[in-house]
């Protein structure tokens, strides 16, 4: 799938951003997608930054729910952020994400970023209820671009209902005591084998990666290019850009 250029702005500009705080809304405008929590933006600042020739993607969370006690969620919770799980085929669950699409669109958004959908590992059995959520986010934002991180277990049928993939974490990562640092190569050769699969696709790639050093930084970079991915490098609340 081709990507659409920026218009409507001097000087070159960066594929993509993923930043996780607010404003900054001149350094947003050096990058032709950014990726943004959809509460942290008005409809006045999305309105420039379009105009601007930014395509915006607003967060979504499809299977862990960081909002007050719910009967969709589960008991267990992400032990990294403290998002419970959720029962991702629960309608009630279904009809609260799809809400929160439709009012991301509606102040100004021009695309979603749908997150957490790695859970083959944990919850396998909600992958059918997972393609189904994201097919009715689909209807709900059509045309808007669809961007999905990870998902590999819903392989390859997402990539007939989003227009890109990311692979978060692809080369480098965040560990313990906030250092940074490259995968073991296992690791490396795991995510190469799954790179491969995905250039087989009709989709956008992306890699975004964690670094605190040049070094740590040109190599993901270097090899999210090898592997057909646009990469972007921030720290781990992506409060970077």
Same mark, same amino acid.
């Given at each position: 799938?081709?990507?659409?250029?920026?218009?409507?702005?001097?000087?070159?500009?960066?594929?993509?951003?993923?930043?996780?705080?607010?404003?900054?809304?001149?350094?947003?405008?050096? %990058?032709?997608?950014?990726?943004?929590?959809?509460? &942290?933006?008005? *409809?006045?600042?999305?309105?420039?930054?379009? /105009?601007?020739?930014?395509?915006? =993607?607003?967060?979504?969370?499809?299977?862990?729910?960081?909002?007050?006690?719910?009967?969709?969620?589960?008991?267990?919770? +992400?032990?990294?952020?403290?998002?419970? %799980?959720?029962?991702?085929?629960?309608?009630?669950?279904?009809?609260?994400?799809?809400?929160?699409?439709?009012?991301?669109?509606?102040?100004? &958004?021009?695309?979603?970023?749908?997150?957490?959908?790695?859970?083959?590992?944990?919850?396998? $059995?909600?992958?059918?209820? =997972?393609?189904? =959520?994201?097919?009715?986010?689909?209807?709900?934002?059509?045309?808007?671009?669809?961007?999905? +991180?990870?998902?590999?277990?819903?392989?390859?049928?997402?990539?007939?209902?989003?227009?890109?993939?990311?692979?978060?974490? &692809?080369?480098? *990562?965040?560990?313990?005591?906030?250092?940074?640092?490259?995968?073991?190569?296992?690791?490396?050769?795991?995510?190469?084998?799954?790179? /491969?699969?995905?250039?087989?696709?009709?989709?956008?790639?992306?890699?975004?990666?964690?670094?605190?050093?040049?070094?740590?930084?040109?190599?993901?970079?270097?090899?999210?290019? $090898?592997?057909?991915?646009?990469? %972007?490098?921030?720290?781990?609340? =992506?409060?970077?850009?």
């Amino acid at each position: 799938m081709a990507r659409t250029p920026a218009s409507g702005r001097d000087g070159v500009t960066q594929p993509i951003a993923f930043y996780y705080g607010a404003g900054e809304l001149d350094r947003l405008t050096r %990058f032709d997608k950014v990726v943004l929590q959809a509460d &942290f933006y008005s *409809r006045q600042e999305l309105g420039l930054l379009r /105009e601007r020739g930014v395509q915006t =993607l607003g967060y979504l969370s499809l299977t862990e729910d960081v909002g007050p006690r719910a009967p969709w969620q589960r008991a267990e919770r +992400n032990p990294d952020w403290g998002g419970a %799980f959720v029962h991702v085929g629960d309608p009630r669950w279904v009809a609260h994400v799809v809400d929160q699409a439709t009012r991301a669109m509606a102040t100004g &958004f021009r695309g979603l970023f749908l997150d957490t959908l790695n859970i083959e590992h944990n919850y396998p $059995e909600d992958l059918p209820h =997972l393609l189904i =959520l994201i097919a009715a986010i689909q209807e709900e934002a059509r045309p808007a671009y669809l961007l999905a +991180n990870r998902g590999f277990g819903l392989l390859p049928e997402i990539a007939g209902l989003v227009d890109g993939i990311l692979f978060e974490s &692809f080369s480098a *990562r965040w560990v313990d005591a906030g250092r940074y640092e490259p995968w073991p190569d296992d690791v490396l050769e795991a995510h190469a084998e799954v790179a /491969e699969r995905l250039l087989g696709l009709d989709v956008d790639l992306y890699a975004l990666d964690y670094a605190d050093s040049d070094e740590l930084r040109d190599f993901a970079q270097r090899r999210a290019r $090898e592997f057909g991915m646009l990469c %972007f490098v921030s720290d781990r609340v =992506l409060s970077t850009i």
